[in-house]
């Protein structure tokens, strides 16, 4: 059964977008009120939303109060993206050859039925990013807790502080509806191929399945130009501002 989203993670995935898209620029404070008048929503969600983002690395905290913009290289994202199918392909092989993978499998088959739903009509909802990247996630954290390695679970958190490196930092250039469904629906086809591989116990093509996967987040960034199966000759969105800066700051 599909899941509707909350508030506040609908408030989520548009403000990731608007930094993705640089509506909301390095630097720049971000208040409640502003952005809820910009969303069009209560600041009860934007006051909930602010914290997570900061813990994504998109938001910092200021000297006073309220919440900065983050300055991030291009380099930087490409390189925990690449990190991120690193680990989870880990944790998927792990997970099958720990003897798992049946559970495993049984676990994620909620997440493609919630995916499935998604797509049933071929029109994506107003509410459809927000289901997406709460599933996602879902499906994502199944496979890291069945590998059962604190060592993973701590490399992909500390990972995850590079913005949009995480599995839920879901975030599409919604003036391109047709392009963000014609990818959310690839990655889904992607979702039922790891899922298949875990359940047959193939425990290294998972591990390259999940590998392959974490490219996608490229294409949706527009941090790589798609090719073909991925159903989209042309770019999505501006690309992430790369400021004079070489590295995050933790």
């Known amino acids: 059964m599909e899941r509707r989203p909350t508030q506040q993670s609908s408030v989520l995935v548009q403000m990731r977008e608007l930094i993705l898209r640089g509506e909301l620029t390095p630097g720049e404070r971000v208040t409640e009120e502003s952005i809820a008048v910009r969303l069009g929503v209560s600041r009860t969600p934007i006051r909930q939303a602010l914290p997570a983002l900061a813990r994504e690395g998109l938001l910092v905290q200021g000297e006073t109060r309220g919440y900065l913009v983050r300055s991030f290289s291009e380099q930087d994202v490409l390189d925990a993206i690449d990190t991120r199918g690193v680990l989870e392909g880990l944790a998927g092989r792990l997970a099958v050859e720990r003897g798992g993978g049946a559970r495993l499998a049984r676990q994620l088959h ?8 998604i797509f049933a009509t071929g029109i994506l909802s107003d ?9 996602n996630g879902r499906f994502h954290d199944l496979i890291v807790e069945a590998a059962d390695s604190k060592v993973i679970v701590d490399a992909l958190a500390h990972n995850s502080r590079v913005p949009f490196a995480s599995a839920a930092a879901v975030a599409f250039d919604r003036t391109s509806p047709d392009v963000m469904c014609d990818r959310l629906r690839f990655a889904h086809r992607e979702h039922h191929n ?8 193939q425990a290294a093509r998972v591990e390259a399945l999940l590998r392959e996967h974490s490219q996608l987040v490229k294409e949706s960034l527009n941090l790589i130009k798609s090719s ?5 000759p042309r770019p999505l969105g501006p690309r992430v501002e790369v400021r004079n800066e070489s590295k995050l700051r933790n």
């Open 194 to 201: 790891i899922a298949q591989a875990i359940g047959c116990g």
């Open 228 to 232: 073909a199966p991925r159903a989209t």
């Open 127 to 135: 509410d459809a990013e927000a289901l997406y990247a709460k599933m």
């Open 110 to 117: 909620t997440c493609l039925t919630e995916g499935d739903a």
